[in-house]
């Protein structure tokens, strides 16, 4: 089964609006997280990386104030896009380490933006 | 930073022959390398993966070699079958903790 469940699974949202992603690890603890972006038959793009108890890391060119990320606990980071765009339409994936090198997927939110 | 491709972008097989991916990467430093089976509209899947320290694994169809002279590894598919159509990505990581840096993704698909 999943160790990475991520909801939702897909959002509509109206333009203007902000929409909340979860990411948790099911049966392990993850101090790390990542996000990540995919646009159609294009490959996964780092977006930032969630850190427990501290400030995420974001990739260059990844709007800080757009996409907020809050890792409050070991189970759970929350990406959410704020005063979402069409052009912030995408999938949105997200993925945790569980040991030294294995990471785990979440299934993907499609975030389509009227 | 580290930079891998892939190819071919898209492959079409019959069913029952094989099909081969080929990825390199930059960074002499990646000591991981994972391939993930995504279909539409999920998350990746890891299929296989294998560590620096060898230069093959298999796991029954599947199989993946790596050249750490030459910075490449490859996945093999064998006795293709049409639940095998997907995307698949590679991807190389350094360190635990670290993400992946992900191949651009090949498009299977295997005609029956």
């Known amino acids: 089964g999943a160790v990475v469940s991520q909801h939702p699974s897909w959002v509509i949202c109206k333009s203007g609006t902000s929409v909340k992603i979860e990411c948790r690890s099911l049966?392990?603890?993850?101090?790390?997280m990542f996000w990540y972006r995919q646009f159609p038959k294009q490959s996964l793009m780092l977006m930032a990386t969630?850190?427990?108890?501290?400030?995420?890391?974001?990739e260059q060119g990844v709007e800080k104030d757009k996409f907020l990320i809050n890792h409050a606990s070991l189970t759970l980071s929350t990406l959410t896009v704020t005063s979402a765009h069409p052009e912030d339409s995408s999938f949105y994936i997200c993925?945790?380490?569980?040991?030294?090198?294995?990471?785990?997927f979440g299934a993907g939110t499609r975030l389509s933006v009227l | 930073g580290e930079n891998v491709e892939q190819h071919p972008s898209t492959l079409s097989v019959q069913e029952g022959d094989s099909a081969v991916i080929k990825c390199t990467y930059s960074?002499?430093?990646?000591?991981?390398f994972p391939w993930y089976k995504q279909e539409l509209g999920k998350g990746p899947q890891l299929i296989i993966d294998?560590?620096?320290?060898?230069g093959e694994k298999k796991d029954q169809r599947i199989a993946v070699t790596l050249n750490k002279t030459a910075k490449h590894f490859s996945l093999h598919i064998t006795e293709t079958q049409p639940e095998d159509s997907a995307v698949y990505f590679c991807?190389?990581?350094?360190?635990?903790?670290?993400?992946?840096?992900f191949g651009p993704g090949t498009r299977l698909s295997v005609l029956p």
């Open positions: 993925s945790a380490p569980r040991d030294s090198f294995l990471q785990y």
């Open positions: 049966d392990f603890q993850a101090t790390t």
């Open positions: 969630s850190n427990e108890g501290s400030k995420a890391t974001y």
């Open positions: 960074d002499s430093a990646s000591n991981y």
């Open positions: 294998i560590r620096s320290n060898v």
């Open positions: 991807a190389a990581s350094v360190t635990y903790g670290q993400n992946f840096v």
